[in-house]
């Protein structure tokens, strides 16, 4: 069975950083194409950033561009996001997902697997 887990979320001031971190584990596949999805109360999942198995590849959404990036971790199927600039609204939980080859990246439907999600708070 795979397992994803997001790690890293937390309170901060507007204006402040944090860190996420994803690792896919149970399987033997080490290929994953990885992405961070995030929810805010009463909307939908919504398209984050995502990046191709070898890190080559990235896509961010415009929303969060210049402000957020995706990064693959040293060790196989590890995922970052590292989140610069935080505004209110990007208060939401946050989960990263992974698939062997998606077909819409931006599409929650297209991923297979999913973590719990990890809940990021930025006050005004």
């Known amino acids: 069975q795979v397992y994803v887990e997001e790690s890293g979320g937390g309170l901060v001031q507007t204006g402040g950083s944090l860190r996420l971190s994803c690792v896919v584990s149970g399987s033997t596949y080490n290929n994953y194409f990885m992405s961070w999805f995030r929810q805010a109360p009463g909307k939908g999942r919504e398209f984050v950033a995502s990046?191709?198995?070898?890190?080559?590849?990235?896509s961010i959404a415009d929303s969060v561009k210049g402000r957020f990036t995706i990064s693959r971790g040293n060790a196989k199927n590890t995922v970052y996001l590292q989140m610069d600039s935080l505004k209110p609204e990007d208060t939401a939980v946050y989960y990263c997902a992974a698939d062997m080859s998606p077909k819409d990246n931006q599409s929650p439907g297209s991923w297979d697997y999913w973590g719990q999600g990890t809940q990021v708070t930025v006050s005004s």
């Open positions: 990046v191709n198995w070898s890190g080559a590849s990235t």
